[in-house]
């Protein structure tokens, strides 16, 4: 009874960081948390400015302010700073780099100043050597052999293991009540990436690895790093050793007898100068892979749901385009030609992204737009702030009302309108409409939609706006 409650419990609300406060509270927040007393970084050498920002709470630093806020707060944080800042998170200094120029500088690294140690200061105790957390040479060497896994014939073959599994999945999906989306996705997702990343099928032994997959997941964001009971980084790692445990034990026999699933591509991979991963790089990199593939396509498919439920004119669009392919089987070639859900996720993937951050470390003193950034120093890539850069092409928001189709659906972006309560949602067999309780019960997808929302009232100044979800939406 115990476990069912709190999985109810964290469905609806995945912390307590989120619970609902009044929006003049929320908004109030917002802004002492963009606007702090400004301290330098660190002292610049002549010809560089200093790096302002500001500390936050003692250790804890604007942790729990960025948890609760998201992407508004990078936004906010860069309106105020400009592209290049600092704060305080979990007892680190931290430079926020925000905008086109900051995010290029960064990412192209022409000076090689900025590694993936910030990734590994995050995640690395669960997802260690996954192939996001590796640098430089031998990042491009494990990438390389990973291409092999990735060609166009093992991507088809993936699709043609997806397919069946949500065809078989989504009709079970209830349509005479309301449903939590967030949990329903989550669980597909998990399933498809065990069958196609490990050709298994749903049961006791899956739902044990699909269980230690999530403790990681949730392990990589906890605020108490010690093995302490009842803790999440307890549960992630008792969750990395059983996953750890399966791998070694299901390697020999996908060495010996390759299927065609992911796990069976990695074991096979081979460059053609003859570079492979040994035992203990598959392993490694099927637990990260793992990660990012369903937690990624979760949130997604969760924002596009969400946003498709918001506006049926969008959701019938895309339905008759579904309904076109008929009951034939899908491949690769019939997907591509569903333009309206392709221009849905794209726009769902720009206001709710998946992966709002990107972390790095310099691995020496370096220049960042005319700023001083010591060595050592964590450098946040907020990406998700330029998705929102009126400077970088037609932003439409969320709370844009209009039925029809945005002249921004030229560049691949559509305009969404904000949520109402009770509106429907795609959710059966043929894409039906079923109902979907929009606001209050998607607490917990809003644990991650989080990123693209705004305290206040709504843009028909009816209701209040949740701080944890879209903008646009209202809360029942």
Request: hydrophobic letters at 35%; proline letters at 9%; charged letters at 20%.
């Given at each position: 009874m115990v476990p069912q409650m709190v999985r109810a419990a964290r469905e609806r609300l995945s912390t307590v960081l989120l619970a609902p406060l009044p929006a003049s509270v929320d908004a109030a927040v917002l802004r002492g948390a963009a606007r702090g007393r400004a301290v330098d970084l660190a002292t610049a050498p002549p010809g560089l400015a200093a790096v302002p920002g500001d500390q936050g709470l003692p250790v804890l630093?604007?942790?729990?302010?960025?948890?609760?806020?998201?992407?508004?707060?990078?936004?906010?944080?860069?309106?105020?700073?400009?592209?290049?800042?600092?704060?305080?998170?979990?007892?680190?200094?931290?430079?926020?780099?925000?905008?086109?120029?900051?995010?290029?500088?960064?990412?192209t690294n022409a000076?090689?100043?900025?590694?993936?140690?910030?990734?590994?200061?995050?995640?690395?105790?669960?997802?260690?050597?996954?192939?996001?957390?590796?640098?430089?040479?031998?990042?491009?060497?494990?990438?390389?052999?990973?291409?092999?896994?990735?060609?166009?014939?093992?991507?088809?073959?993936?699709?043609?293991?997806?397919?069946?599994?949500?065809?078989?999945?989504?009709?079970?999906?209830?349509?005479?009540?309301?449903?939590?989306?967030?949990?329903?996705?989550?669980?597909?997702?998990?399933?498809?990436?065990?069958?196609?990343?490990?050709?298994?099928r749903t049961g006791p032994e899956i739902e044990r690895i699909n269980r230690a997959f999530v403790d990681c997941v949730r392990a990589a964001s906890a605020l108490v790093k010690w093995d302490v009971p009842g803790t999440r980084w307890r549960a992630g790692l008792r969750g990395r050793a059983v996953l750890e445990t399966y791998f070694a034990e299901n390697l020999p026999g996908k060495r010996a007898q390759p299927g065609h699933d992911l796990f069976s591509a990695l074991c096979q991979a081979r460059t053609p100068d003859g570079e492979a991963f040994s035992d203990t790089d598959v392993i490694n990199h099927m637990i990260f892979l793992m990660m990012a593939a369903h937690d990624t396509s979760t949130i997604t498919s969760a924002a596009a749901a969400y946003y498709l439920a918001a506006n049926p004119q969008w959701q019938e669009r895309a339905r008759e385009e579904s309904l076109a392919l008929g009951d034939a089987p899908l491949d690769m070639a019939a997907l591509r030609t569903l333009r309206t859900l392709d221009l849905v996720v794209k726009?769902?993937?720009?206001?709710?992204?998946?992966?709002?951050?990107?972390?790095?470390?310099?691995?020496?003193?370096?220049?960042?737009?005319?700023?001083?950034?010591?060595?050592?120093?964590?450098?946040?890539?907020?990406?998700?702030?330029?998705?929102?850069?009126?400077?970088?092409?037609?932003?439409?928001?969320?709370?844009?009302?209009?039925?029809?189709?945005?002249?921004?659906?030229?560049?691949?972006?559509?305009?969404?309108?904000?949520?109402?309560?009770?509106?429907?949602?795609?959710?059966?067999?043929?894409?039906?409409?079923?109902?979907?309780?929009?606001?209050?019960?998607?607490?917990?997808?809003?644990?991650?939609?989080?990123?693209?929302?705004?305290?206040?009232?709504?843009?028909?100044?009816?209701?209040?706006?949740?701080?944890?979800?879209?903008?646009?939406?209202?809360?029942?």
């Open positions: 630093g604007r942790t729990l302010e960025y948890i609760r806020y998201g992407s508004d707060f990078t936004r906010a944080r860069h309106a105020h700073y400009g592209p290049v800042s600092w704060a305080g998170f979990l007892g680190e200094r931290v430079v926020m780099a925000a905008g086109p120029d900051a995010t290029r500088a960064v990412l000076d090689k100043a900025y590694s993936q140690d910030g990734w590994r200061y995050l995640i690395d105790r669960f997802f260690g050597r996954g192939l996001m957390l590796l640098d430089f040479d031998e990042h491009r060497a494990h990438r390389r052999v990973m291409q092999q896994a990735f060609t166009a014939d093992r991507l088809a073959g993936y699709v043609d293991q997806t397919i069946p599994c949500a065809r078989d999945t989504v009709p079970t999906w209830p349509t005479d009540r309301p449903v939590r989306i967030y949990p329903e996705l989550k669980r597909l997702t998990l399933d498809v990436a065990t069958r196609v990343f490990m050709d298994e726009e769902s993937l720009r206001l709710v992204a998946p992966v709002p951050v990107v972390m790095r470390r310099t691995v020496t003193d370096t220049a960042l737009l005319g700023h001083h950034i010591p060595r050592g120093t964590l450098v946040l890539v907020a990406g998700a702030v330029n998705h929102f850069d009126p400077a970088a092409g037609p932003t439409p928001t969320p709370s844009t009302r209009t039925g029809s189709p945005s002249p921004a659906t030229r560049t691949g972006r559509i305009a969404m309108p904000g949520s109402r309560s009770g509106v429907a949602c795609t959710s059966a067999s043929g894409w039906r409409s079923g109902p979907w309780r929009s606001p209050r019960s998607c607490t917990r997808c809003c644990g991650r939609i989080g990123g693209a929302s705004s305290p206040g009232t709504d843009p028909a100044g009816t209701t209040p706006r949740c701080p944890s979800r879209p903008t646009g939406s209202r809360c029942a």
